[in-house]
């Protein structure tokens, strides 16, 4: 575990970045760097710690975010705009913060002069509809030009492809994770999790878009923290892109909301919805190269994190 750096963290007051914070708060200086727009932080015991420092500005303001990251010994770049809803919605914003959002912040830490590893967050999505145990090598799909749903896909692979040449041509120590559908306490915006869990809690009708056959792979936050943490810390990572992910809790939209209904105790009658996008069919993470390069291993069965992920909701119903 880091002990002593000052650490960037790009988006982080969102659920992600807010639970980063928390993890590296006791033995390390924190600068959040974050237009506050998705505000998990505040839900954060350690919203107030001694040792954080919130800079509240935006991505694509280029003095300001140069101005966080120069002091930092480690960058984590986790801000963008994501959200199935707020994404169609907002698409030319999309592009722009996504990619010139991390256009700026790869050369804000090549530039500091003192950068020893920056980790960037794409998304599973750049895999397209159809990934089945889907490794980092294999060719990444985008759906059809000109859905909007994609948008976020291009600009996150088109993130990866800044990462990878900063590192290839400027020696930037860069990594890249894949997130495959993480939920956990926190979560802020859309996310199916957060929005079963919710109306479980209330017995109110769970909505499914389609047919609800759509698979994921279900990752508690707590592993994702893992994971990443390790990208931070292992020389193994620099310059690589790794899958994070449980392929041990995948379960059909549709399962998912019954599992829930079942494990919270929920008279939550399922019902199912027009199909407001293109989607994605099937999404399941090979995660052996983590394994191997990281020792990463996810721990929380899905069971276990719905119900830790349903504390957090009752104990926060405004969230």
């Not at 505040?42 to 966080?68: M, R, W, Y």
């Not at 059809?144 to 040449?165: C, D, F, I, M, P």
């Not at 926190?186 to 759509?214: C, R, S, W």
């Not at 990443?228 to 020389?235: A, G, I, Q, V």
Request: glycine fraction near 10%; include cysteine; charged fraction near 25%.
């Amino acid at each position: 575990m880091l002990q002593g750096q000052h650490i960037c963290i790009t988006g982080g007051a969102g659920f992600i970045g807010s639970r980063l914070a928390g993890r590296l708060l006791a033995d390390n200086k924190v600068t959040i760097y974050d237009n506050l727009s998705r505000n998990s932080l505040k839900s954060c015991a350690f919203a107030d710690h001694p040792n954080l420092n919130l800079v509240q500005g935006d991505i694509l303001d280029v003095k300001e975010l140069t101005k966080a990251i120069a002091p930092a010994d480690y960058v984590i770049h986790c801000a963008g705009i994501a959200g199935i809803f707020t994404v169609v919605r907002n698409t030319v914003r999309t592009l722009e913060v996504n990619m010139v959002g991390s256009l700026n912040t790869l050369r804000a830490a090549a530039e500091s002069g003192r950068c020893k590893r920056i980790v960037c967050f794409s998304t599973s999505e750049v895999m397209g509809s159809l990934a089945f145990v889907s490794r980092e090598t294999d060719r990444t799909v985008i759906g059809a030009a000109g859905q909007a749903r994609w948008t976020y896909a291009v600009s996150k692979l088109a993130e990866e492809h800044l990462a990878s040449a900063f590192h290839r041509e400027q020696g930037l120590p860069a990594t890249v994770v894949r997130p495959f559908n993480i939920y956990g306490p926190g979560q802020v915006g859309e996310g199916a999790m957060k929005i079963f869990i919710n109306k479980a809690l209330k017995n109110e009708p769970i909505t499914i878009f389609g047919d609800g056959t759509q698979i994921r792979a279900w990752c508690f936050v707590d592993d994702m923290l893992d994971g990443t943490l390790l990208c931070l810390e292992k020389k193994e990572a620099v310059g690589e892109a790794f899958n994070i992910g449980n392929i041990r809790s995948v379960q059909t939209i549709y399962g998912l909301a019954n599992t829930v209904t079942r494990v919270l105790g929920s008279k939550s009658e399922v019902v199912y919805g027009e199909a407001r996008s293109a989607d994605i069919e099937l999404r399941v993470p090979c995660v052996d190269k983590a394994r191997e390069l990281l020792g990463f291993e996810a721990k929380v069965d899905l069971e276990e994190g719905i119900r830790r992920t349903a504390d957090f909701y009752r104990a926060n119903p405004d969230c």
